[in-house]
């Protein structure tokens, strides 16, 4: 497994307590190393995997801890080692020194980080959730100066609109339109990024060169200001979600979902969700109907009486456990859509999986 894919899923193993209180004790992984060199490539969540039996307890490691008062100024050549303070594992840090009066090396790529987020940026610059009414009183594309109908990178094209020299926009396609699964509310249009580019000409038809394309640009695509909150901050903290969602709808349109697929969730900053809020998400448990010999009926095989009476009478039908698919981080918040990254899958996601406060969690606490 490639080096990238493995601090990934130690990040979904680990980004589920953050903002909570641990247990107290920290459990020590077996056959755990005494000490650790930090590597070129490494995150905290890397290191402290190699120690602990349960790596999402990670902060009680580090935090208590002086010397890493700031953890993230810890450098490939620094020695890790593991010590007891009042009966509690804590790492101490021994930074590497050259034996040179320049002393402590600072390698080029600087510290280590928490998380390695270029894993996730790819996702962090598409689509977005808007007002559907708002996104068609945005600037327009007209067509270009090349005679085709599908424009791409290099190509100038027409926006109607008096635009900002030098400013730079995205171009938008409409995509879908969410509702509400249970009151059929508007949540917002889908509005997907087909390319970017930068005002070359200002007036009232103003011309953009394509700095670069996802999708061909076509006339009547949109055109929006890129976001300057696009990207995540380098030491962003994953914490636990508290407002329970529902799965919506698969960034690529597809029926089962998994690892690192993104997924849109019906709830938004109106609803009190961040970026970096995790859920664990489940597929509501079946109800199993008893039936005049007293067996239970699967939904598959019910009868029409059957189901009558699953609609009718809560004793003749048994709800099941909800079943664990996974858990996701929302990465991007829109008024009342957000999206999120599937972290961990053990069973594919789908379209109306619930979303809960992760489990782990709520065990720790």
């Known amino acids: 497994m490639d080096t990238p894919m493995k601090r990934l899923i130690l990040l979904g193993l680990m980004i589920f307590s953050s903002s909570f209180v641990v247990a107290d004790t920290l459990t020590l992984k077996s056959g755990h190393p005494d000490s650790y060199v930090v590597k070129k490539g490494d995150t905290l969540w890397d290191i402290s995997a190699q120690f602990l039996k349960d790596p999402w307890r990670w902060p009680k490691l580090w935090g208590a801890n002086p010397q890493i008062a700031n953890p993230h100024l810890i450098y490939p050549g620094d020695r890790l080692t593991l010590v007891f303070i009042d009966g509690e594992p804590r790492l101490v840090v021994k930074p590497h020194i050259r034996k040179s009066p320049e002393g402590r090396v600072l390698p080029k790529g600087g510290a280590i980080p928490a998380v390695d987020l270029s894993l996730i940026q790819p996702y962090l610059v598409q689509n977005r959730v808007v007002d559907g009414e708002w996104f068609d009183k945005q600037p327009m594309v007209m067509g270009g100066e090349s005679e085709s109908r599908h424009h791409v990178t290099d190509d100038v094209i027409y926006v109607q609109g008096e635009l900002i020299l030098g400013d730079k926009f995205g171009v938008y396609a409409k995509g879908r339109q969410f509702e509400d699964a249970e009151s059929g509310d508007t949540l917002g249009l889908e509005v997907i990024l087909t390319a970017s580019g930068r005002v070359i000409e200002s007036g009232p038809v103003s011309k953009v060169r394509l700095l670069s394309n996802m999708r061909e640009t076509k006339a009547g695509y949109r055109v929006l200001p890129i976001e300057d909150d696009s990207l995540m901050s380098a030491y962003f903290m994953p914490k636990a979600a508290t407002t329970p969602g529902t799965v919506l709808a698969s960034e690529k349109d597809v029926r089962a979902m998994g690892k690192l697929d993104v997924v849109y969730i019906d709830r938004g900053s109106q609803d009190g ?75 594919p996601v789908r379209v109306n999986d619930k979303l809960l406060q992760p489990d782990t969690l709520l065990a720790s606490e």
Not at 307 to 333: H, Q, T, W
Request: no cysteine; proline share 5%.
């Open 273 to 347: 969700v961040e970026p970096g809020h995790v859920f664990s998400i489940f597929r509501d448990g079946v109800e199993v109907v008893i039936d005049g010999d007293g067996k239970p009926v699967q939904p598959k095989d019910r009868s029409a009486y059957e189901e009558l009476l699953a609609n009718i009478s809560s004793d003749n039908a048994v709800k099941m456990p909800d079943i664990y698919r996974g858990k996701l981080m929302v990465f991007k918040v829109f008024d009342r859509v957000s999206m999120g990254l599937i972290l961990i899958n053990e069973k």
